[in-house]
């Protein structure tokens, strides 16, 4: 990303009214002439959930967002006007939780990362996140650089759970945190911010009549403590106090408005953020599967009252279109071909649990052997995954197959708790092309409940090199179609199976659909494929 030095200096001259998370004003980005360019939702058409938006030091815009059980866990986004987004890293570098997560001795498929907290703290020079794991610890991350190197600080232990956590930096300095579901508490960290001081109960959902309430995030503003968070699928609150521990008077921010994606769910949950002089957003998400949680933004603004008001749309919903809030900012394309040419996989990637680090490598393509024996999809280490982009994604995978073993399965899947694949098996000195449907899992012990049926198949020979593709409708409101093609020159692409495979789109998973790039074992470990390029579109 470029930035021109006057752009720089006048998010440096910033001065944060809402800490941790405002910028300053910028006053000739705030006048309607530099701003007469609009933007579209959603801001980001990926599964970017429960957002923490705030400034760092050098007043560019940051998104900490959830990823669950994918490693490495809770990416970053970078923006330098809160609609173009570039991914930068992730705050856990490895999910170091227990065996589970490297898909030994169990596994931990909805667990890991979630609504979750970032902030920079001035006097310290360190970019902190802070989250729940598994319901009962609090893990505590640090780094000078938001990209990294990331090192664990500190875990809270004894069933200290920051369950849908904000923290807040103050004036003075003081570190607390927001959290809770049904009953919200405030705790104070210590000096270093690496444990707990004290913590107290606040406020509880059954003050504003729900039995629920959760996706904290704490803000001060004009001398005032704020909480903002919701009661999940349809409400947003605003919470305001003069202290930290109360009292606490609330108001509705957002209340069951119509999602600007067709066929998406109620905007909710998410961050409050200042563009510039008198310009206020609120950055949420939208549930609109099978893509997943996309976040989508909005203005408010500040009444006499002290609370903000969401800004509608002509129809009273959120709108499809808004103001920009600064000048455009160029970013990279979220779609494209990576062929692996670097010594590491870059920050789009994402492990399916932890992966065996012995058994890939990176360079002049990507080498993928086999690490594990099985024949279920979701016990399998070492799958790859990206992100689907947009309402029609495809994907498509190059791959070098001749170091395969017999009995070995390689493939590209629409990955999730109900996955399909097209898939390359070797079994003896025979190759086929395999389509695979209906691989699922169980809703709350995430145990596999069907390994697939093989609904087509074709003999393969000849080149050792194949393109695999996927090709997906992923609008909520759309089919929910997956369609599967091979190639053999990657120009022209025959397509595999009669029917679709239909998408699912409950929410238990939480995470929506991704590109799966998987190579296991059903004999024997020793085989390999090398994947050459992979392009999304």
Known sequence: MKWTTAVLCGFLQAVQTLQGAVPAAQSDASTPARRQEAFQNPVVYEDFADNDVSVGPDGLYYFSASNMHY??????????????????????????????????????????????????????????????????????????????????????????????????????????????????????????????????????????G???????????????????????????????????WGPWESKVLVDAVESPIPGGGVPHQ??????????????????????????????????????????????????????????????????GTDNFEGDSLGPSWEWNHNPDETKYAVGNGLTLSTATVTDDLYSARNTLTHRIHGEYPVGTVEVDISGMADGDRFGLAAFRDRSAYIGVYRDGDAYELALVHGITQEEQSWNTTSKGDVVATEALSGPTTIWLRASLDARASGSFAANFSYSTDGAEFTSLGEEPYTMYTNWAYFMGYRFGIFNFATKELGGSVKVASFTSA
Not at 215 to 241: A, F, Q
Not at 290 to 317: C, K, N, Q
Not at 320 to 329: H, K
């Open 71 to 208: 490693s490495p866990g809770a990416p970053i986004l970078r923006s330098g006007d809160l609609v173009n987004w570039e991914l930068v890293g992730h705050s856990v570098p490895s999910l170091n939780f227990g065996e589970r997560y490297n898909l030994t001795n169990g596994k931990a498929y909805r667990g890991g990362t979630w609504a979750s907290t970032m902030r920079y703290r001035e006097s310290t020079g360190l970019w902190y996140w802070i989250g729940c794991v598994d319901f009962w610890y609090t893990y505590i991350y640090t780094a000078e650089d938001v990209t990294g190197p990331w090192t664990r600080a500190s875990v809270l232990e004894g069933g200290t759970c920051y369950y849908d956590c904000g923290l807040l930096i103050d004036d003075d300095d003081t570190m607390y945190v927001a959290y809770g579901s049904t009953n919200v508490s405030v705790a104070q960290l210590s000096d270093d911010g690496f444990s707990q001081v004290k913590t107290e109960g606040v406020f509880n959902a059954a003050d504003v």
């Open 210 to 244: 729900q039995e629920g309430i959760e996706g904290n995030r704490m803000y001060k503003k004009d001398g005032l403590y704020y909480v903002l968070n919701d009661h999940p699928g349809d409400i947003t609150y605003m919470w305001k106090s003069e202290t930290p």
């Open 270 to 335: 998410g961050s409050l953020i200042q563009a510039s002089t008198g310009d206020w957003y609120y950055m949420s998400f939208t549930w609109a599967y099978p893509s997943g949680r996309i976040p989508v933004l909005a203005p408010v603004e500040w009444g006499e009252d002290g609370f903000p008001t969401f800004v509608p749309d002509e129809a009273g919903g959120w709108g499809a279109s808004y103001q920009m809030p600064l000048p455009a900012q160029p970013v990279p394309e979220w779609t």
